[in-house]
């Protein structure tokens, strides 16, 4: 059954609570909400704002990243965090170039069937570019849907058809309705239910909360631990690329081998980066990719 009454309370607390980002301002594009919801996937709001504020000033279209090298892609997209990304919007931009001639496709289908756009991305740029009716579903939206419909501290694991369904049903009929309503609930999340330190006094449904209601019981699970970076290979492969990044081109083995001082971990973040297509070897020298011939 279709109850909309808690997006209804949650659109008005959005008009009076959300933060002032700049890819919600009217007048962007849909290309810069698709860059925003790609930055935004894994790093923080406040080091994706000057980083989408640069990207778009010099891609502002995906014809613009489309025409650019790969390797400038990954050198902008600096220090945010799991770089393929870089190379997936490289890639997004050049088939929205190749198939829809320049311009973001509306229709959900065509986004789904872009490199490296998934389902929450796909339906995000649906709804928050052209206004449609589609759930949005992000970490955020699960657990607010958990403790408010389901009265458990945090979702469970991840499963797509029933996460969509469990937000469809709380979304208005009408697409513009729905649209504010998925951003709506995916800044609640954000900012007042959070993970650890939900600010229930402070919430618009308070009252409606199951989870609020029944006394916050805590989990019954472990809760998921914060990932360590110092020492992973995921900050081995980091300094590598910052190596290539900001040398003008190829450098010898010896400059990488400087950075980190286990060789055997070294070796694999170097291949790591080598099998992802963020660097590649020419004559024994690293660079970031170009653009196949
Ligand atoms: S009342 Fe608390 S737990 Fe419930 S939705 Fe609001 S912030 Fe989250």
């Known amino acids: 059954m279709r109850d909309s009454s808690l997006a209804e309370t ?15 301002a009217t007048g962007v594009s849909a290309w810069g909400v698709l860059v925003s919801e790609v930055m935004l996937q894994q790093t923080q ?18 014809t613009a990243l489309a025409a ?49 756009v998934g389902t929450y991305t796909a339906r995000a740029v649906a709804a928050f570019a052209f206004r449609q009716r589609h759930p949005v579903v992000d970490t955020n939206v699960r657990r607010v849907v958990a403790r408010v419909v389901d009265g458990t501290a945090d979702s469970g694991p991840s499963t797509t058809a029933a996460d969509l369904a469990a937000v469809e049903v709380l979304l208005p009929d009408e697409p513009e309705a729905a649209a504010r309503a998925s951003v709506a609930f995916m800044e ?14 402070d919430c618009p449904l308070w009252t409606a909360c199951a989870w609020r209601r029944a006394g916050a019981p805590a989990l019954s699970r472990p809760s998921r631990r914060t990932q360590r970076y ?44 080598l099998e992802d297509g963020l660097a590649c070897e020419v004559h024994g020298r690293y660079k970031l990719p170009s653009r196949p011939l």
Request: one cysteine or more; proline letters at 9%.
């Open 68 to 116: 650019a090298e790969p390797a400038e892609a990954i050198r902008a997209w600096g220090r945010l965090g799991y770089p393929r990304r870089a190379l997936r919007l490289h890639a997004c931009a050049q088939a929205i170039v190749e198939r829809h001639d320049g311009s973001v496709p509306d229709r959900l289908e065509d986004l789904l069937a872009l490199p490296g």
């Open 10 to 24: 949650v659109t008005r607390w959005y008009h009076e609570h959300a933060r002032d980002l700049p890819w919600r």
């Open 188 to 201: 609640l999340g954000a900012v007042r239910c959070t993970a650890r330190a939900p600010r229930c006094a």
């Open 230 to 273: 110092a020492g992973t290979d995921r900050q081995v492969r980091g300094l590598l690329l910052a190596v290539l990044r900001e040398a003008p081109g190829p450098v010898p083995r010896s400059r990488l081998d400087a950075v980190w001082g286990d060789a055997a971990q070294r070796n694999r973040a170097l291949a790591g980066l």
């Open 45 to 62: 709001v406040s080091r994706v704002e000057p980083a989408w504020h640069q990207w778009m000033a010099r891609w502002p279209t995906p």
